[in-house]
């Protein structure tokens, strides 16, 4: 928040002496107390001022990290070249569309049978609005954004042991367990059982608040009655003209939702990652790439297999072949070297780097993850129930269904996500199958939750990312441990190579992390040069 | 939601059963814990069978009520006609835009000079996911939809004596509050306070559940950790590269969120009525009325301002003036009519029906509403604050700021709804003003939580529906009792004569009620025509 300039500046003055004599945790933390927003390591375009004395820089990989290096790089005055192992620019930045085809590790192929305008993104799929440094490349870049839904509460949730196997609204998971609890605590409040914490004041506050936030009623009891069915809808709306008054439904009892677990998934509703206002691009998220692409694809070089990293004072020599054809390996030579290889491939191709380095780049595993995207003829889910973008979270397989977010309220086609399986026995088993059968198999999990996969899917297609070639695996799987030992040693510039990309960041698996990780080694990278 | 086929017809019969044996509400209770979907008044489009016999219907007010009579009337074979007070479609499904002026009622006139694209809905702005009706006649009128955010994690509430005027964003006020009910509700149970009513099994259940919806430590505390941070975000968000690591910021305490009071705007992110997926038209709500006139804009005649509604058993006469250049009155005749004036205008007007009609129409005062869409340079909310639609709520008299749900992330000026007064004294006070002094306060009341307007303010239109000549209100304000005592009779066919409009329904000042309460009219009216 933007306050007026004199209090802003008397603020900062206040922080950088509590920065000074406290460190910097304290002075994060006055900071909120002040009511300052919190504070993304974005800062606005990267000012790579300075001369770059005509250096040129190797950078491996076209993903987010390694065009954000290139588009910059360029830009204060670098020569560079981009070595990218796909036919196209984006990397993990993907979209899959009717038409396209697709082989994994192990020689399947798929062929998209989408209709046009209707795909899939098989990796980011989100982004939050903190994530500045992705927000501001899609500005500059002209990147068309609409509304990611992450909570919709008409979605549902479903447990093969709970209710019978009945899928849940999630508003009524949602709201009735909030009314319980507000129930729970104002009868607590009532009975003095909380007269220790809290005092005689907020105590009479405390209840008003149990009693809004919670729609209880006026004896505190959270129950069936038109006030707890403003919040969590009525079994019959309210209507026009004769015989139009609202009924009001039964709330599920306490014991039932706890007992179903399904308290834990509305995390996925309050997390700060998952916030409103989230966003995806307009037409699928390969549009960033593709803008990225427009500015600096003639850097590029496509189907470059890296085999061999080396460097030396002099420089770096990267050796490559053609992906597609392999042959004699080709090599190319400059200053400095960005790669934003990602560390599960990095890790099996020779590079000279220090031992430190080396033992980062082997230390951190690549997390697991299946996407399924499938087509119906009609968007059933909007039009039987009601369900308009958002995730159906389930405890089958396939974790999660997650509705279109673009096309609402049409006619015709679309295209679900029918499975997303993040890490677990669920992913591996999952990736160990034929795509065909990955497709089937969400179909026919899928179908206890909308019987209408029955009669109404068309195709499907299936991305297991331990089967991508390209990156072997999802993103960067960091333990706190791995972390502490080595994530300094990864980033550090070695000689003349820098490291970036997700892996590289402490927003593992988001795009943010990437362009972060890529702006901070850019950064340090010149100011090498600069000052060499 | 839908169930496959055997399961739901033997489920059916065991609700008609439950129907016959106890009642209506029984039967929905019975419906909702057997894991239906809430049953919506509208089912889908009307289907009006049976002969029209040539019959006539005049309908008045062109408002979504008045053309959903026309469009399913003529459909079922009537003559119909429509007089209509505006020059325009629609009624309060009215969007403002550069380049329109509008004269309230006093003769001020104002004209907008919005940029191209911008616009102020000054009647309703937001379609609610159950609304069907609205929805099916967007789906069928080809009217494309995006996404309302009604709920901005980022946004902002704003107490003018809490937190020293400094405005908090809602995630922290949302978070905080959660965490520290978690925590109470934690302790209270770990120390045996709930023994009474949470049995032992779910006791442990009930603090896991505590842990994870509350974001609590091991020791279920909540308080500055990151395991919070994950949740209310962080006052260092984490980064990429090197001195990356997040720091968490210091919760607000719980005595600080209940005094403050600003647990109140919670509501307004929980209740059914504003729950996720909410829609907008694209490009203006006035689309919707737009789309209703390609279909019936044939049959309205426009600048017809009704004087006098006469019956008699041949037939109704309803006469009227131009409302441009009032002069001799005009009359217009048919065998029915479907009124949709507002009751503020209705009950000022001559109409032949018995009593208890009359006393309906007189009985329900309307709403005060104020509205103020104020132009900016650029969207400094975006920029600045990481703002992207969603609503700011206050207690100063502007109320609430709502941010444009369209053109995220784009350079370049935007309107955002500076002041949305709905009843009270402060919508009566704004209501008082000249439309520029409503702007000026607007602007000024907003800069105490934008700064940003000082500099940045353009232009601005304010629109106060009590004096809005064609409605004299916001809309119908029933309360308990009047709906007890006239409701019914308002909605009742008197003769040849059927009120229809968002007054005539259990959903007031919402379109849905205007287009159900309609549906249910012209379908009672075709019963009386088919069975006579």
Chains 1, 2 share one sequence.
Not at 439 to 446: E, L, Q, T, Y
Request: include cysteine.
């Amino acid at each position: 928040m933007q306050s007026d300039r004199q209090e802003t500046l008397s603020r900062r003055d206040l922080l950088s002496l509590v920065g000074a004599v406290a460190g910097g945790a304290a002075m994060y933390q006055a900071m909120t107390s002040l009511g300052f927003a919190s504070e993304s390591g974005y800062k606005g375009p990267v000012k790579l001022d300075g001369d770059a004395k005509g250096a040129s820089v190797l950078v491996l990989g076209a993903g987010l990290a390694g065009m954000t290096a290139a588009l910059e790089l360029r830009k204060a005055g670098y020569k560079v070249q981009v070595l990218e192992f796909n036919r196209r620019p984006g990397g993990r930045n993907w979209t899959i569309r009717g038409g396209d085809s697709f082989t994994e590790l192990g020689g399947q192929t798929q062929n998209c049978e989408f209709e046009q305008g209707l795909y899939l993104n098989p990796g980011p799929w989100r982004i939050p609005y903190h994530h500045r440094a992705v927000l501001d490349y899609c500005k500059r870049l002209n990147v068309a954004l609409e509304p990611f839904v992450q909570l919709n509460h008409n979605a549902l949730l479903h447990g093969t042991g709970a209710f019978g196997g009945q899928p849940q609204r999630i508003r009524d998971i949602k709201t009735d367990f909030q009314g319980h609890v507000s129930e729970l605590l104002a009868k607590a409040t009532q009975q003095g059982k909380l007269d220790e914490v809290v005092s005689v004041e907020d105590k009479e506050i405390l209840l008003q608040a149990m009693k809004s936030w919670g729609a209880l009623d006026k004896n505190y009891a959270y129950k069936a009655s038109l006030i707890s069915a403003d919040f969590r809808g009525y079994a019959k709306d309210p209507g026009g003209g004769l015989g139009a008054a609202p009924v009001a439904g039964e709330p599920i009892a306490m014991s039932d939702i706890l007992r179903s677990r399904m308290w834990r998934y509305l995390q996925n509703f309050a997390l700060h990652e998952f916030q409103t206002t989230m966003f995806q691009p307009v037409g699928g998220m390969d549009m960033i790439g593709k803008a990225f692409a427009r500015q600096v694809g003639d850097l590029i070089r496509y189907d470059a297999k890296v085999t061999r990293i080396q460097q030396d004072g002099g420089g770096v020599s990267v050796s490559f072949i053609d992906a597609k054809a392999p042959g004699t390996p080709q090599v190319a030579k400059a200053d400095w070297c960005v790669c934003t290889i990602p560390l599960s491939i990095l890790s099996q191709i020779q590079i000279d780097v220090g031992a430190p380095m080396k033992a980062a780049i082997d230390a951190v595993p690549y997390a697991s993850a299946v996407k399924v995207g499938l087509q119906f003829k009609r968007r059933f889910w909007e039009e039987d129930e009601a369900i308009y973008g958002g995730i159906t979270y389930t405890d089958l397989p396939i974790r999660q269904i997650a509705y279109p977010n673009s096309g609402f309220n049409r006619s015709g086609r679309g295209v679900l996500l029918g499975a997303y399986i993040f890490e677990g026995a669920n992913a591996f088993e999952f990736t160990s199958m034929p795509p065909a059968d990955r497709v089937k198999r969400a179909v026919a999990f899928g179908s206890r939750i909308h019987p209408q996969y029955g009669s109404e899917f068309e195709n499907g297609v299936a991305v297991a990312w331990h089967r991508v070639p390209f990156t072997l695996g999802c993103a960067g799987n960091w333990t706190e441990k791995a972390r502490e030992e080595h994530y300094d040693d990864l980033c550090q510039i070695d000689g003349r190579i820098v490291l970036a990309g997700e892996h590289a960041s402490y927003i593992p698996a988001w795009q943010e992390g990437a362009i972060l990780s890529s702006l901070d080694a850019i950064t340090r990278l010149h100011d090498r040069v600069v000052r060499t």
